[in-house]
């Protein structure tokens, strides 16, 4: 059963270019008796369907001392129900030629198949029946740990980024939970039991936590049929609390954070500064940080790898990005890697003066209408793309959002002006809200043992 | 009403060279019925006597997203129970000629009167009383609340050194609570309610989780009958769960935190390296890293004094510090500042000079012996003040030791060797547990902004 960790960055970072939609579908949104919210998402270009089921839980929501949890809970859903035992629920899906899989962030967590059309009652059935029906015994879930230990051991133990971007997250939100890596600390997996997973699932896996997303070559009428009679049936069972995390305090001084790491062969600088949300953002403000991430490092047309590739020749590459997918906070994020004979600092200072004059001066007039038409147009190309879409709309409305908001994207990136772009700036690439991360292969001498 | 808070670094800091005993007056040491501990230090010398409460519990033990309750509650356990209304306590105090104070840190909350030996009784009485008896108003909840706002911005936010060191706190851990400030998040701190008090209060403060220590003109035996007659008569009224919170993950790299401020005229550099506590530590592990923080930084026969000031005339100070008393982490510190006209960065590497010397070849006999000779005199000499004795005891048995750890201490300073203090330094020395704190009057101009 491969699984997929995807955490908020990302996953997000998925998207950033790719799945704002411009000529839409026609949505439909509703919401059963059971607080189960539902999005169909028509496409009739083949006899394909996308179905996911979105609960509104992930690792920021676990407690202290338990990260890890929500993921952990994540791999334990395809251990089996009671009416639908074992892998019974994965054998049918790869019986009917189908594919599935499952992700993981602070903020949400997902299951998904892709199935030929005929087959999505039976689907919405089984994922129905996995929302209370869970039975884990000790004898599935302590080898599932080790898999979730090697999970680890692979993406950030034995991977020098994987552990920079942890240090750096955990050094970046002094106080929030983001600050935890969504897999969880190793020595917190580690302790995690059946007990505790299913006291989560009981709190949070609930019809009212939950939103289906289904996309394919299907009406909003025959789906609100199939939900009513297949996810209809489950009671709620759990009140959900308001999702309120602890916030950032005041952040006072720009950090960082040095690596090394004798695999490391190539160095590289990277920073994040804390920014807003779509969610939490000023309206407009979050269209403004994804039209400036385009302009700053989206590829090789972007400011910082012209600057620092093309011109200066000091790198060999360089760019931006910012995810505004997300409950709470969101990063916006600088990355390069130095030419052979070139030191992390030069390359930093060099970023800092393109970042410095983007915030005096802004962009300019065609970098801005180029960042709006890439990203509308990938916006567009991404309806190209049933699962892309699918996502898209789950990870927005489990994140604080709604459908207009997703549908009204595209003109408010259209609305997007140069001085909202120079404002964010000003306002967002503030150090003191920072953390650069250094990846390189050995610390200096005087650095490594005192 | 003043009240001291004492975060873990300061109280125990003000100890690190005072307060171990080396001819012991014979302590006492015997728990009431209903879980209280009692400590007895017989002191003859004059006809008064100290008295001081500590619950178990501090900053730490708050939940997320209510940092400062624990401070918050101990102000307002000045306001008055039932049967000793409104300030009657401390008036009462005042009208003897006594003192009083109270004290939080990230591990304990505590209480104490110092009053002529004959009103012993009745402050047990008073303080028996306030265990369970605390009555809050709204109409005394809210006015607190702003003097302790208003502390926070003395400490804290109208203070350099006080941002600078909750900001590497914040980045010295990654996931455990230490990185909260003890005095709360002002953030936190402006949501905490008369509901949030009573709760914590109802939770925490319980005979069975509280040690008494008495340390004056007294007897055992006199104690042992007041005790029963005043706080004997409270009955636990909570179950106290083992203090477990979330732990370090590795910590894989070494980070900094520069904090600006134009009030700075005196830059300054100061790295604090996780540590074990005198809790955690393995034996002799903690008195090794007392001798070697005495031997590297305890004044100016140190040796970073010796080296940076004497010698290479490039600072007006450096020291080192280390502080033990704590449940889990304690902090290894040094720190220095440049003399006018040389950097930061010059200063560091010249301490890092010092700190690779150490762990290399470790320190000498006579450093050893004079740094031993030190701790163990200051341990006798802190035996002439009363309250520092009745702290030195309380700090330690509200942090996981026993009467007899603390008896033993100076036996276990005699028996570091030289051996010891360079496995110390190399061991607890590593850059990536540490954080580097810069405190400079403005950020260069790159990094202002950008």
């Known amino acids: 059963m491969p699984k997929l960790l995807l955490l908020a960055a990302v996953l997000v970072g998925a998207f950033a270019g790719a799945a704002r939609a411009g000529a839409e579908p026609k949505i439909a949104h509703f919401t059963l008796w059971n607080g189960l919210e539902v999005v169909v998402v028509p496409d009739h270009r083949a006899p394909v369907v996308t179905h996911m089921i979105w609960y509104k839980v992930g690792a920021a929501d676990e407690a202290p001392g338990k990260s890890g949890l929500a993921h952990f809970l994540e791999h334990l859903m395809f251990k089996g129900t009671a009416k639908n035992p074992g892998d019974t629920f994965s054998q049918q899906v790869a019986a009917i030629g ?124 025959e789906i609100k049929a199939d939900a009513e009679a297949t996810y209809g049936k489950i009671a709620p069972r759990a009140e959900i609390a308001p999702r309120r995390r602890p916030a950032e305090p005041m952040q006072e001084g720009p950090r960082t954070v040095t690596l090394a790491d004798a695999r490391v062969e190539q160095p590289s600088i990277s920073r994040v500064y804390l920014a807003p949300s779509s969610t939490t953002a000023k309206p407009g403000e979050s269209e403004a940080l ?51 004979g070139r030191t992390l600092h030069e390359v930093e200072a060099a970023i800092d003066a393109v970042l410095a004059d983007v915030i005096e001066h802004g962009i300019t007039a065609q970098e ?55 404002m964010a700036a000003r306002t967002w690439l503030d150090r003191r809200t920072s953390v650069t991360g250094y990846l390189v292969n050995s610390l200096k001498p005087e650095e490594k043992h005192s």
């Open 290 to 340: 994804e039209v400036l991430a385009h302009a700053l490092g989206s590829g090789e047309s972007g400011r910082l790898y012209r600057a620092l590739v093309v011109d200066q020749g000091i790198a060999i590459n360089a760019g931006a990005n910012y995810s505004g997918t997300a409950l709470d906070y969101a990063r916006f994020g600088v990355f390069s890697s130095p030419k052979s």
């Open 98 to 221: 189908g594919q599935e899989n499952a992700f993981t962030s602070s903020d949400y967590t997902g299951f998904f198949q892709r199935v030929p059309r005929d087959h999505l009652k039976e689907m919405m059935a089984l994922e129905a029946d996995r929302i209370t029906g869970l039975v884990l015994t000790d004898e599935v879930v302590r080898p599932e740990l080790n898999v979730v230990l090697e999970e680890q051991n692979t993406r950030v133990a034995n991977n020098p980024n994987g552990r920079l971007a942890e240090q750096m997250d955990a050094a970046l939100y002094l106080n929030h939970p983001y600050g935890r890596p969504a897999i969880g600390w190793r020595h917190e997996i580690e302790t995690l039991t059946r007990d505790d997973a299913l006291a989560f699932y009981r709190r949070f896996y609930t019809p009212n936590n939950a939103v289906v997303v289904i996309a394919g070559d299907v009406t909003p009428e």
């Open 368 to 422: 801005l209408e180029s960042a709006k038409s890439r990203l509308i147009a990938d916006a567009v190309y991404a309806q190209d793309n049933q699962a892309t879409l699918a996502q898209w709309y789950g990870s927005a409305l489990a994140t604080g959002q709604t459908v207009e908001m997703v549908e009204a994207w595209p003109a408010a990136i259209r609305a997007v002006t140069a001085d909202a772009v120079r």
